[in-house]
């Protein structure tokens, strides 16, 4: 936080709301998962919505949600999806491969 306070206008930042998302591979456990957000939190990766709220951790997704939601947002007609639909989403990369399938369960246009 101390690099982007030194980088950003004060004014910004003052009236910024900024949150940390960190994404994970699929696999990792909910203890591994838990240890990054703690190791995270330590170095400052913590927000609050205003001075007066209290901080809390960063946000923790695994790889494959992350790719399903910006596909999702990226289709040029998510009008077409229905109840029921099923999409497959494989992050290939790094060294690991995940796959995954989400059911669509409602539809908020």
Not at 80 to 108: H, W
Request: with cysteine; charged share 25%.
């Amino acid at each position: 936080m101390a690099t982007i306070h030194r980088r950003i206008d004060p004014a910004i930042m003052q009236k910024a709301v900024v949150s940390f998302v960190l994404t994970v591979p699929a696999i990792w456990s909910d203890s591994t998962r838990k240890k990054t957000q703690d190791a995270a939190s330590k170095t400052g990766m913590q927000y609050a919505a205003t001075a007066a709220d209290q901080a809390s951790p960063p946000q923790i997704f695994s790889e494959p949600e992350c790719a399903a939601i910006y596909v999702l947002k990226d289709l040029d007609s998510i009008e077409s999806l229905r109840i029921k639909d099923r999409i497959l989403v494989c992050d290939a990369g790094g060294g690991t491969v995940d796959i995954i399938t989400y059911e669509i369960l409602q539809v908020r246009l």
